[in-house]
């Protein structure tokens, strides 16, 4: 017999849960938006950016690898707990060289959305690193710029769960630590995007690109153009 | 016997980007030397390489925040070459005329009214703290509201039609990717009949000034020149979106016509002088001494042969009858041709804006894909000429961008020596008032110095007088804002 569906709070609002879910799958059902970058629909949940990070029972946790439990508390947005997201998207800025006047992706970035919906207005207080790597084009469909990768690893997962392929991996540890192919460059991998491979596509920032479609879809009609990142999960709720 | 001095001026105000003037002036106070120097370097053709081609009319337009749309569309143009695209859907080429003629029109405006009104409404020597746009507005509340609605009219089509005001996203390798709803277009229909009057009382207003102050425009900065500009190639009339380029002496002679841009480098070579970022370019078979030409809508009034628009056309009849249809070369008169472009630009927003092209869904085409490219436009400004080269991984390896204010660099360090020489030799006390002279040059060009260097701008303009022994002596600096 399997354990009862149980209920506990995020922020003293009653959120009802599976045993098995984690807090931010939970939190998702219920349409509680909890912050998150690396995790992705579809992939498994890794708790790498830390930006889903909330308090439960008084400990600082990864929402989406955390199990929930019953009348566990959990603390969401809280003004604590933003300033730390806040913190993290900064220094994923200051990390790479994400110019969103001049990036397709902007309009369309989970980086730049979370940036804006966590209140960050201005250049970030860390300085910048600028790194500068050369943009791989080899490939006849798909561009990589590392420059804008932020190491969530989504590619990589969904490269190795999910088209079975491992085109992407890290490479150099620490600060050097960065994506990479298994090949000299994009030509010589099986990254191709004509079957149903996902790893081209759940990249949240500019890092890797589908060729000849940028800016094509007008300002006003982008993703995050009429809404902050998460008022999909929060409408569920008001519906 | 004076000291020799020299004379700094700097910044250049009310002008886009950042530029000095060094005024040389000898034992006797004669002028010996006049220089406009620009002082800010920004290195587009170099760091867009390496880019991907349909990211670059969105990164070039970078190099300025007046006239970006003219960067975006020559890029664009250049990349739809790129993308084997020698023709666009009808809706494509039509909606990025619509953000072009936006463009020159709220370019215009901006420096007509905002800029260079001051100088003409005040007197050139009119107390530093009169000439500024607030002061108009204040004297003339009507003008100034007038002036802040075409502006907005103008932002508002490149609104329309690229996503933002400034640094859009309108255009795209081989086409469009919007085209214009029907309610946005009625929003422009209900106020075009009062852009029209507008634009015909502001062009009354340039000619009446330049008609009024006939001796001081007569001699103000005015020297001979050739003149450059694309125009229609079908029958040489006024085209500021696409064309063949056509070069004509001071006399109205031909230099050259018809000539398919693409082939811009056979006819165009840039020079290069160690006390200025910007460039120097000449006709190669004049050669640097005379074969240096002024752009803009002074050149562009000269070298076309008629304007297809019925008001602007009248008014470019008027115009030319000063001169009996030879070329005009007074540098005020800069003014009175920019105000017959707003004029044609507000007549050809009409036309479109009754095309139903506008609202067709075949945004793009595409091509067999070519390693090079050019594009050419005529910016408010002038001339605008960008070429890329592009690999077969779709990544930037050559850019070369020959800017408006680069055609017009040597025409506009001949003003400033020739205003230097009529209104400082043999000033023993140079005041703030005669500096501006230099300025108001300048200004009548509408230069854009960031787009010039490819400079972080506000545009201040700094003016030094050095003696004769090369030593500073005397410099005068300008904020924006201040005259």
Redesign the interface.
């Known amino acids: 017999m399997s354990d009862p569906d149980f209920t506990f709070t995020i922020d003293g609002t009653t959120i009802p849960a599976k045993p098995g879910q984690t807090i931010m799958e939970a939190a998702d059902a219920a349409g509680v938006y909890i912050p998150r970058l690396c995790d992705h629909e579809g992939l498994r949940h890794q708790g790498g950016c830390r930006v889903c990070t909330v308090k439960a029972g008084g400990r600082s946790v990864a929402a989406c690898t955390q199990p929930a439990a019953p009348k566990l508390v959990v603390e969401n947005e809280t003004d604590h707990i933003n300033k730390l997201r806040r913190d993290l998207v900064e220094m994923l800025f200051h990390e790479g060289n994400h110019l969103c ?2 990036c ?1 992706a902007s309009g369309n970035c989970e980086l730049q959305a979370m940036a804006y919906r966590l209140d960050m207005t201005g250049p970030t207080k860390f300085p910048y690193l600028e790194p500068c790597r ?2 791989d ?2 490939h006849p469909d798909i ?1 990589l710029d590392t420059n804008r990768c932020i190491s969530c690893s989504r590619c990589i997962r969904a490269s190795q769960d999910v088209d079975h392929k491992g085109v992407f991996g890290y490479v150099g540890r620490g600060i050097h630590r960065r994506v990479a192919v298994n090949g000299s460059d994009l030509a010589h991998t099986d990254a191709d995007i004509t079957d149903h491979a996902i790893s081209a596509d759940v990249c949240p920032v500019g890092c890797i ?1 589908r ?10 009609e982008r993703e995050f153009d009429h809404g902050l990142i998460g008022s999909d999960i929060e409408g569920k709720r008001r519906e | 016997m004076a000291e020799p001095r020299l004379i700094e001026i700097s910044p250049v105000t009310r002008v886009e980007g950042h530029g000095k003037v060094t005024i040389h002036l000898n034992a006797d106070n004669q002028v010996d030397e006049a220089r406009l120097h620009i002082v800010e370097f920004r290195g587009f053709e170099r760091f867009i390489r ?3 081609l ?2 670059v ?3 070039v337009q ?1 190099l300025c925040g007046i006239c970006p749309v003219s960067h975006h569309l020559a890029a664009a143009k250049a990349m739809d070459v790129i993308c084997g695209v020698d023709a666009l859907p009808p809706t494509a080429e039509k909606m990025r005329r619509l953000m072009h003629y936006g463009q020159v029109m709220q370019s215009h405006v901006l420096h007509f009214f905002h800029l260079a009104a001051p100088d003409l409404l005040f007197g050139f020597g009119a107390p530093a703290e009169k000439r500024n746009i607030f002061e108009v507005i204040k004297e003339n509340p009507e003008l100034g509201r007038r002036a802040i609605a075409m502006r907005k009219f103008g932002q508002d089509i490149i609104e329309a039609t ?3 005001k400034i ?4 255009a ?1 390798p081989g086409g469009i ?2 085209n214009l709803p029907i309610e946005t277009r009625d929003r422009f229909l209900a106020v075009i009949d009062d852009m029209q009057v507008w634009a015909q009382d502001a062009l009354a207003l340039a000619r009446g000034y330049t008609l009024e102050h006939d001796h001081l425009v007569a001699e103000f900065g005015s020297f001979p020149s050739n003149y450059m500009s694309i125009v229609r190639e079908a029958d040489g009339a006024l085209d500021l979106y696409h064309g063949t380029m056509r070069a004509l002496n001071s006399d109205g002679g031909t230099i050259f016509d018809k000539l398919d841009y693409t082939r811009y480098h056979e006819k165009l070579v840039e020079d290069v002088r160690s006390w200025s970022y910007m460039k120097f370019p000449f006709i190669k078979e004049l050669g640097p001494e005379a074969g240096w030409y002024r752009v803009g809508p002074l050149a562009r009034m000269n070298t076309a042969s008629f304007i297809d628009t019925p008001l602007a056309n009248a008014a470019l009849d008027d115009l030319k009858a000063v001169t009996a249809g030879a070329p005009n070369n007074s540098t005020l008169a800069n003014h009175w041709a920019r105000m017959i472009e707003v004029l044609h630009c507000v007549e050809k927003i009409r036309d479109l804006l009754h095309d139903p092209d506008l609202q067709g869904t075949d945004l ?1 085409a595409t091509g067999v894909r070519r390693e090079e490219g050019i594009g050419v436009i005529e910016a408010p400004r002038g001339n605008l000429i960008h070429h890329y080269k592009v690999d077969e ?3 930037v390896t050559y850019c070369n961008l020959i800017v408006s204010t680069t055609h017009n660099n040597e025409g506009m360090n001949r003003a400033v020596k020739d205003v230097a020489v009529k209104h400082l030799s043999g000033q023993e006390r140079i005041t703030e008032g005669m500096l501006n002279h230099i300025e108001v040059a300048i200004r009548a060009y509408d230069p854009c110095l960031s787009c010039a260097t490819h400079a972080l701008g506000q545009m201040p303009l700094q003016v030094e007088i050095f003696d004769a022994a090369g030593t500073l002596i005397d410099s005068r600096q300008q904020t924006s804002g201040q005259g």
């Not at chain 1, 060729?211 to 300002?219: M, N, R």
């Not at chain 2, 640094?167 to 309108?170: K, L, P, V, Y």
């Open positions: 006047p001049i397709e050369a943009v084009a080899s561009a690109i060729k000849g479609v940028g800016f094509a879809t007008p300002i006003g | 390496g880019r991907l349909w990211e009319p969105v990164i970078r690229a996503g933002k640094h859009g996203t309108g795209i990717n919007r793009r991984n779709d990544m």
